[in-house]
């Protein structure tokens, strides 16, 4: 067989395993069996190596943004040409929402599969790393920080919990943006660097973005008082917030940003810390072979 599945059984709090029995029924339906799981955060890049080295051809992530990330990340790697399909199972399922796939069943996602009809689209690069939907600074990844610590949620609901209580006590990072006009002076709330539409389950945070037109979509949050930050927040969820006097955003192939201390980094639902104060950025076009739903990118 030339497709794998790479399972997250930890994905969206564990809500997957309720799921699981049909999923794999779907795709074994059709000819699938090899399966593989995780057995502690961050195995999927190497399970990832291991099926491309076998001559894997379409690997299927299970799970959420993080998994689909390190993932995509393996596979950009390697430089092989492996196609990446998505089984939303996670907590934002952001790039699912990109794919059209969030709300398709599992015998439907397994039907694409076995097509096989894939799509290039644009992959993010920062530090290091690949990301296919957002790599966030400041209040973003602090968020996220906050939401791996709350254990009594799942879902959007997290996020939503983490953001809200972050909005009374987070304070803004400095930071120095190089290629980017009209950014203002002063403490930053927020910097969202984004490849998808989507943040957080929730937030519509770059909606003019599209990962087929070779650029990042970039967001700049001024720092703000509270009842500011609060209508930042709703405006995010709407995706009206690009039209707020605190918020500059850029559509562009590349940037660098420049950091006070070295900061922490939401990378496709993950938390990474930058190997230095000064992050480079940059638009990958047609990079990654992805199966979508149909139309997902007209």
């Known amino acids: 067989m030339t497709t794998c599945l790479i399972v997250n059984p930890a994905a969206g709090r564990g809500g997957i395993r309720a799921k699981l029995a049909s999923l794999l029924e779907a795709f074994r339906s059709r000819g699938v069996v090899n399966v593989v799981y995780t057995s502690a955060p961050g ?15 379409t690997i299927v992530a299970v799970g959420g943004d993080g998994t689909c990330g390190r993932i995509a990340d393996a596979i950009m790697q390697s430089k092989s040409g492996c196609q990446l399909a998505v089984v939303p199972i996670g907590t934002g399922n952001d790039f699912a929402k990109t794919l059209h796939v969030d709300g398709y069943a599992p015998a439907q996602i397994a039907e694409l599969v076995t097509r096989g009809v894939a799509t290039r689209i644009d992959v993010g690069w920062a530090d290091g790393h690949y990301f296919l939907n957002s790599c966030g600074f400041g ?33 803004g990072i400095e930071v120095r943006a190089s290629g980017v006009a009209g950014v203002k002076r ?23 973005a599209s990962v087929v037109d070779g650029k990042l979509d970039t967001c ?79």
């Open 186 to 208: 002063g403490p930053m709330l927020m910097i969202t660097v984004s490849n998808g539409q989507y943040l957080g389950g929730a937030f519509k945070i770059a909606p003019r």
């Open 43 to 57: 195995e999927e890049e190497g399970l990832a190596q291991r099926a491309i080295g076998e001559g894997i051809r």
């Open 139 to 171: 209040f973003d990844a602090s968020v996220l920080e906050a939401s791996n610590k709350t254990r009594f949620l799942k879902g959007n609901a997290v996020y939503m919990y983490a953001a809200l209580r972050q909005l009374f006590s987070y304070r």
């Open 220 to 298: 700049f949050f001024s720092d703000s008082n509270v009842v500011e930050r609060m209508r930042l927040f709703l405006g995010a969820m709407r995706g009206t917030h690009l039209e707020m006097p605190s918020v500059t955003s850029a559509s562009l192939p590349q940037l660098t940003l420049s950091f006070a201390v070295r900061p922490a980094m939401e990378m496709d639902g993950e938390l990474r810390f930058a190997r230095s104060k000064t992050v480079e950025l940059r638009c990958l076009p047609r990079a990654l072979a992805v199966i979508a739903a149909p139309g997902a990118f007209s």
